[in-house]
Every structure is written in C-alpha cells, then in structure tokens.
C-alpha cells in the first residue's frame, strides 16, 4: 500500500527553523513528483514546492523562495523541506503528496497524501 507519512512539524519563534521529512513506502521515487503543500485555516491549499525524479524539475513558490529548500535521499525515499527564516504567516498543517512523473501546483493532480504536519510560528 502506498503511505507517506510526514513528521518535523512543531512550535517554532519567528526567524527560526524547522525540516519537514516526508517517509514514502510502498513505491519508490523513481517516476514520481513529491510536492509539499500547505493550508492554513480559512485558506486554500497551496503548493509550496515539489521535486520530480522523471525530469529533475523542481518548484519553489515565490511566498517561500530564499527560505525553503527541497531536497530528496533516494537511499531512505524521503523528500525534505528545509525551512529557515520562518514568519508568522508561515503557520499551517504541511502535506506532502505524489504524482507520476513530473511537478504540479495543483492539489488535485497528485493521488495520494500524507496526514500533514502543524507547523506554528509564534512568540
């Protein structure tokens, strides 16, 4: 059965750190795209960046660029999102998710989904 499953969430201050880990099984990342989104309460579902091992694209939206770096380690099929400098309106539950082959902005294109992460940026 295909899982992810996230973990590295937390209560952080603002300007601190935190990485998201995201642990696949039962596929490997091979011909998939992981994307990481979030969603805060009262908001949409945003994508927030995402890897492709089919084409070696990835995506960072612009909300996190400078701060958020995406990286994978095919040995443990786990995808991280490095998060640093976090702000306030950082605060939400991340999931991760997957897609054949290659990168998407778009919630609905990816198949299946973790359980999500909070991530809480106060003082």
């Known amino acids: 059965q295909v899982q992810l499953v996230e973990s590295g969430g937390g209560l952080v201050q603002p300007g601190g750190s935190l990485r998201l880990s995201c642990a696949a099984s039962?596929?490997?990342?091979?011909?998939?795209?992981i994307g990481w989104f979030r969603q805060a309460p009262g908001k949409e579902r945003e994508g927030v960046s995402c890897i492709s091992n089919s084409n070696g694209s990835t995506y960072v939206a612009d909300s996190v660029k400078g701060r958020f770096t995406i990286s994978r380690d095919n040995a443990k099929n786990t995808v991280y999102l490095q998060m640093n400098s976090l702000k306030p309106e950082d605060t939400a539950v991340y999931y991760c998710?997957?897609?054949?082959?290659?990168?998407?902005?778009?919630?609905?294109?990816?198949?299946?989904w973790g359980q999500g992460t909070q991530v809480t940026v106060s003082s």
């Open positions: 998710a997957r897609r054949r082959n290659y990168c998407s902005v778009h919630p609905p294109a990816f198949g299946s």
């Open positions: 039962g596929f490997t990342l091979d011909y998939y795209a």
